[in-house]
């Protein structure tokens, strides 16, 4: 043997201390594994894992892995997960997955059964190395690669895992076989939202958890979310501890969107350079500095793992050369909006210190990234616990008074409500304090509020400006409870181009009291849809010379260098190389973001843009591209999108236009007369192309309004008042009547649109009665233009003889137009 090698074995031995005698688990049967080992169940904290042998009927015993929950009444959440993860037998490879077998009752518990082929869990092991893995580099090495493999396995059907770690990992350690479990919050999407929700309710594990799945970084949830959990794991791996400690869920959360780990070197001085920096690229904030593919991460392993048993040692090598991903993804960063991200951020570090109320606009075209720079605050809000309430206009519900703003204060609300008893109690103490026996005013717009304040008594009306006032009151009473200095508030409202009057009313009065000194107010709207003549701008004026403090930020298109980095950075190659192609998008789209995007996307589907798989780089042919003649126009170009997909999801699409930006799962079965597993299929092919985000299995909502723009625009003219229609009543045959009074905005909405087609009669009458009730409500949440709209349309369903037959709902409707 070479004395160079031999010396470098010594050296390796005396780094990584004694060489420890592997016990031979890869020549043991499986029955040895499984009844040898020190434990036959174990608990992750959540699951129990049991081992077992069951007759197969023939006289033969199979090994199987029997899984139950710990808690002793589980939620509803955590059985459907277990549900989920059966579901998925079918796709889960035995060489790469604890397959499931069968999900049973026992002693009215659920029972997941998964095939048992042997490994141990991989705590275990770790359990062994009390300081991490690493004094046995090569073991270490073939687990890593092992798990990298199972990984890639999962990516490769289709598959996101989402909740990587060490406890749904067994393991074979000498050979470095690895099958993985715990796929019960798996999803198909290749990509996903997640909203802002507490952390304690976000499908995985927080310790383990990707910036991104926290919902606090604006990016969405993909394949290089499992690489980062499989970067916490490793890092547990090698140095016997994680690279985070934290006490409480929050504090995980700042953690992995703010905090950078301390390199596994720093803790693990033998440890070589390469392996540290292996594991660090896993834990990059954001997912573009990550590998991309678990294929890359692997091929980095292996070449280590050959150089250790060859050597010895790992000399260190350029990181991710076989890290290409084959598959188009867009970088989610906001590029050329530095500058913009900078004024926001600061507008909010204002409110933190208490500056008073502070109005920040963003303007720009449809498209441009509104909503996206605004929601690059996110990450801002996390250290000081600030938090984030997003409502949106929707230009077929402008007659919805206060409908953003509702839809705002409701996400907070719900959030509140998922907490303990315990937990909730300085809540509503400070509820009580603030609104009193006038906290019945915002039931009517805020149902969620009386499960946290209780039933009051009716108050006093009092003549329309009073009643405006202190209605508003009641709202800013309310926010202050949010808006605090322990947690400052950030309020979003998008598309001002179509807000209601009582909105721009509530937006003055919040913008100019001085109680609100931890409130930062956030409006989007599009300005080539505002006029000098528009009451947004008119009363912008009105605002300023009351003392307001206004900031305006202005998106205007990406320059060319700044498509060019993103295209660049999407191909994984040189913005020289990228320059010609973001040149053609960047003339096509007029440098609008969502349309070159758009735009960029349908290049694979045509064949004009392939990844090359000998050269393992992207390819595109220039000439072809333009000669294809694309739309100049994005909704077109959205339009041609949505005919390829099929007839089922084009309907499901039409349906969620109508309702408007997002629809709950619950109503779309409604509508759609279906099961939620049926409304999952109808919308699949939509969020699978990225039309459409599916949020936790609770709803769907376009990816952007040009989206919804062309989704309505599928529907023939002459048939949206009946598709409106449709809704409208079956949304009102399956409302209770004591849940009449707070749907009946929506219910009202969309019979109004197809009011035109009913006959005289019992129906229009019913619907001039409904029209009323919407009156009554919006006049007692002082909504006094839209109360007058419902009168309006109320006193047009009445028939000619309406004053002699229908006396009373005549003369309230008239008395409430008066």
Same mark, same amino acid.
């Given at each position: 043997?070479?004395?160079?090698?031999?010396?470098?074995?010594?050296?390796?031995?005396?780094?990584?201390?004694?060489?420890?005698?592997?016990?031979?688990?890869?020549?043991?049967? !499986?029955?040895?594994?499984?009844?040898?080992?020190?434990?036959?169940?174990?608990?992750?904290?959540?699951?129990?894992?049991?081992?077992?042998?069951?007759?197969?009927?023939?006289?033969?015993?199979?090994?199987?892995?029997?899984?139950?929950?710990?808690?002793?009444?589980?939620?509803?959440?955590?059985?459907?997960?277990?549900?989920?993860?059966?579901?998925?037998? =079918?796709?889960?490879?035995?060489?790469?997955?604890?397959?499931?077998?069968?999900?049973?009752?026992?002693?009215?518990?659920?029972?997941? /059964?998964?095939?048992?082929?042997?490994?141990?869990?991989?705590?275990?092991?770790?359990?062994?190395?009390?300081?991490?893995? $690493? *004094?046995?580099?090569?073991?270490?090495? @073939?687990?890593?690669?092992?798990?990298?493999?199972?990984?890639?396995?999962?990516?490769?059907?289709?598959?996101?895992?989402? *909740?990587?770690?060490?406890?749904?990992?067994?393991?074979?350690?000498?050979?470095?076989?690895?099958? &993985?479990?715990?796929?019960?919050?798996?999803?198909?999407?290749?990509?996903?939202?997640?909203?802002?929700?507490?952390?304690?309710?976000?499908?995985?594990?927080?310790?383990?958890?990707?910036?991104?799945?926290?919902?606090?970084?604006?990016?969405?949830?993909?394949?290089?979310?499992?690489?980062?959990?499989?970067?916490?794991?490793?890092?547990?791996?090698?140095?016997?501890? &994680?690279?985070?400690?934290?006490?409480?869920?929050?504090?995980?959360?700042?953690?992995? /969107?703010?905090?950078?780990?301390?390199?596994?070197?720093?803790?693990?001085?033998?440890?070589?350079?390469?392996?540290?920096?292996?594991?660090?690229?896993?834990?990059?904030?954001?997912?573009?500095?990550?590998?991309?593919?678990?294929?890359?991460?692997?091929?980095?392993?292996?070449?280590?793992?050959?150089?250790?048993?060859?050597?010895?040692?790992? +000399?260190?090598?350029?990181?991710?050369?076989?890290?290409?991903?084959?598959?188009?993804?867009?970088?989610?960063?906001?590029?050329?909006?530095?500058?913009?991200?900078?004024?926001?951020? !600061?507008?909010?570090?204002?409110?933190?210190?208490?500056?008073?109320?502070?109005?920040?606009?963003? !303007?720009?075209?449809?498209?441009?990234?509104?909503?996206?720079?605004?929601?690059?605050?996110?990450?801002?809000?996390?250290?000081?616990?600030?938090?984030?309430?997003?409502?949106?206009?929707?230009?077929?519900?402008?007659?919805?008074?206060?409908?953003?703003?509702?839809?705002?204060?409701?996400?907070?609300?719900?959030?509140?409500?998922?907490?303990?008893?315990?937990?909730?109690?300085?809540?509503?103490?400070?509820?009580?304090?603030?609104?009193?026996?006038?906290?019945?005013?915002?039931?009517?717009?805020?149902?969620?509020?009386?499960?946290?304040?209780?039933?009051?008594?009716?108050?006093?009306?009092?003549?329309?400006?009073?009643?405006?006032?202190?209605?508003?009151?009641?709202?800013?009473?309310?926010?202050?409870?949010?808006?605090?200095?322990?947690?400052?508030?950030?309020?979003?409202?998008?598309?001002?181009?179509?807000?209601?009057?009582?909105?721009?009313?509530?937006?003055?009065?919040?913008?100019?009291?001085?109680?609100?000194?931890?409130?930062?107010?956030?409006?989007?709207?599009?300005?080539?849809?505002?006029?000098?003549?528009?009451?947004?701008?008119?009363?912008?004026?009105?605002?300023?010379?009351?003392?307001?403090?206004?900031?305006?930020?202005?998106?205007?298109?990406?320059?060319?260098?700044?498509?060019?980095?993103?295209?660049?950075?999407?191909?994984?190659?040189?913005?020289?190389?990228?320059?010609?192609?973001?040149?053609?998008?960047?003339?096509?789209?007029?440098?609008?973001?969502?349309?070159?995007?758009?735009?960029?996307?349908?290049?694979?589907?045509?064949?004009?843009?392939?990844?090359?798989?000998?050269?393992? %780089?992207?390819?595109?042919?220039?000439?072809?591209?333009?000669?294809?003649?694309?739309?100049?126009?994005?909704? =077109?170009?959205?339009?041609?999108?949505?005919? @390829?997909?099929?007839?089922?999801?084009?309907?499901?699409?039409?349906?969620?236009?109508?309702?408007?930006?997002? +629809?709950?799962?619950?109503?779309?079965?409604?509508?759609?007369?279906?099961?939620?597993?049926?409304? %999952? /299929?109808?919308?699949?092919? $939509?969020?699978?192309?990225?039309?459409?985000?599916?949020?936790?299995?609770?709803?769907?909502?376009?990816?952007?309004?040009?989206?919804?723009?062309?989704?309505?625009?599928?529907?023939?003219?002459?048939?949206?008042?009946?598709?409106?229609?449709?809704?409208?009543?079956?949304?009102?045959?399956?409302?209770?009547?004591?849940?009449? *009074?707070?749907?009946?905005?929506?219910?009202?909405?969309?019979?109004?649109?197809?009011?035109?087609?009913?006959?005289?009669?019992?129906?229009?009458?019913?619907?001039? =009665?409904?029209?009323?009730?919407?009156?009554?409500?919006?006049? +007692?949440?002082?909504?006094?233009?839209?109360?007058?709209?419902?009168?309006?349309?109320?006193?047009?369903?009445?028939?000619?003889?309406?004053?002699?037959?229908?006396?009373?709902?005549?003369?309230?409707?008239?008395?409430?137009?008066?």
């Amino acid at each position: 043997m070479d004395d160079t090698v031999k010396d470098a074995q010594n050296t390796r031995r005396n780094m990584f201390g004694r060489k420890r005698a592997l016990a031979s688990i890869s020549q043991q049967t !499986s029955t040895d594994l499984r009844y040898h080992e020190p434990q036959s169940s174990w608990t992750d904290g959540d699951r129990i894992f049991t081992r077992e042998l069951i007759g197969s009927g023939n006289g033969a015993s199979k090994a199987v892995l029997r899984v139950q929950l710990a808690a002793e009444h589980p939620s509803r959440t955590s059985l459907d997960r277990l549900a989920h993860e059966y579901r998925l037998k =079918d796709e889960l490879d035995r060489e790469w997955a604890a397959k499931p077998l069968d999900l049973k009752t026992e002693n009215g518990r659920i029972v997941l /059964v998964l095939e048992d082929c042997g490994g141990v869990p991989l705590p275990q092991l770790m359990g062994r190395h009390s300081h991490g893995m $690493a *004094d046995e580099l090569t073991v270490f090495l @073939r687990l890593a690669k092992g798990i990298a493999a199972a990984v890639g396995k999962v990516h490769g059907c289709g598959l996101i895992h989402r *909740d990587i770690k060490p406890a749904n990992i067994l393991a074979h350690e000498a050979e470095g076989r690895v099958r &993985l479990t715990g796929f019960g919050v798996a999803s198909h999407l290749s990509r996903e939202h997640q909203a802002a929700e507490p952390p304690e309710v976000i499908a995985g594990s927080l310790a383990y958890m990707a910036p991104e799945q926290t919902g606090r970084m604006n990016r969405s949830v993909d394949s290089r979310s499992d690489l980062y959990a499989l970067g916490i794991t490793l890092y547990e791996m090698v140095t016997g501890q &994680l690279p985070f400690t934290a006490s409480e869920p929050m504090e995980w959360v700042h953690c992995h /969107v703010a905090r950078r780990p301390v390199p596994p070197s720093e803790r693990v001085r033998e440890l070589p350079g390469v392996i540290s920096a292996i594991v660090m690229k896993l834990l990059a904030k954001n997912a573009e500095e990550r590998y991309q593919t678990a294929a890359g991460l692997e091929a980095d392993l292996r070449r280590a793992l050959i150089e250790s048993e060859k050597y010895g040692r790992i +000399a260190e090598f350029p990181l991710g050369t076989r890290d290409v991903p084959d598959r188009l993804v867009f970088p989610e960063r906001p590029y050329g909006r530095e500058r913009e991200i900078a004024a926001l951020t !600061s507008a909010f570090d204002r409110v933190v210190a208490g500056a008073g109320p502070t109005l920040v606009l963003v !303007s720009g075209h449809a498209g441009v990234g509104k909503s996206m720079v605004v929601n690059e605050l996110h990450r801002a809000l996390v250290p000081p616990r600030g938090l984030f309430a997003s409502g949106k206009f929707d230009q077929n519900q402008r007659h919805i008074p206060y409908a953003s703003v509702a839809q705002a204060l409701q996400g907070l609300l719900r959030v509140l409500l998922g907490k303990s008893d315990a937990e909730l109690a300085p809540w509503r103490a400070a509820f009580s304090e603030e609104l009193g026996a006038s906290g019945r005013l915002l039931v009517t717009l805020i149902p969620e509020l009386e499960s946290l304040i209780g039933q009051l008594p009716a108050v006093t009306d009092l003549p329309p400006q009073d009643a405006k006032r202190r209605f508003q009151l009641n709202i800013r009473r309310l926010l202050r409870v949010f808006a605090t200095a322990a947690h400052p508030l950030t309020l979003f409202l998008d598309d001002l181009q179509w807000l209601d009057a009582a909105t721009l009313d509530l937006l003055e009065d919040l913008c100019t009291q001085q109680d609100m000194r931890h409130l930062l107010l956030i409006g989007a709207y599009r300005d080539n849809e505002v006029s000098s003549t528009h009451p947004l701008i008119r009363r912008l004026t009105a605002i300023r010379e009351a003392g307001g403090q206004v900031h305006e930020i202005e998106l205007t298109p990406l320059r060319l260098e700044d498509l060019t980095r993103m295209l660049a950075d999407a191909l994984h190659c040189g913005r020289k190389r990228a320059q010609p192609l973001a040149r053609l998008v960047h003339k096509k789209s007029g440098g609008n973001p969502f349309f070159a995007l758009q735009f960029l996307s349908t290049l694979p589907d045509e064949g004009l843009l392939e990844f090359n798989r000998e050269q393992t %780089h992207w390819v595109w042919d220039l000439d072809r591209i333009r000669a294809k003649g694309y739309t100049d126009n994005v909704v =077109d170009l959205m339009l041609s999108k949505l005919r @390829r997909l099929p007839d089922t999801t084009q309907a499901a699409l039409n349906m969620l236009a109508c309702l408007g930006n997002h +629809a709950a799962v619950d109503t779309l079965a409604l509508i759609r007369s279906e099961n939620h597993d049926a409304v %999952h /299929v109808a919308f699949w092919a $939509a969020a699978r192309a990225g039309l459409v985000l599916r949020e936790e299995g609770s709803s769907y909502r376009f990816l952007h309004d040009r989206v919804q723009e062309a989704a309505y625009g599928l529907i023939p003219e002459d048939e949206r008042a009946a598709a409106h229609l449709s809704i409208g009543r079956l949304l009102l045959m399956h409302t209770p009547p004591q849940a009449l *009074d707070e749907n009946i905005f929506e219910i009202v909405g969309q019979l109004n649109c197809g009011g035109a087609l009913i006959a005289p009669g019992e129906e229009r009458e019913r619907l001039a =009665d409904l029209n009323l009730l919407a009156t009554r409500r919006a006049k +007692a949440s002082a909504a006094y233009e839209s109360a007058l709209a419902y009168a309006g349309t109320g006193v047009a369903y009445l028939p000619d003889d309406a004053w002699e037959r229908r006396y009373e709902l005549a003369f309230s409707l008239e008395l409430h137009r008066a």
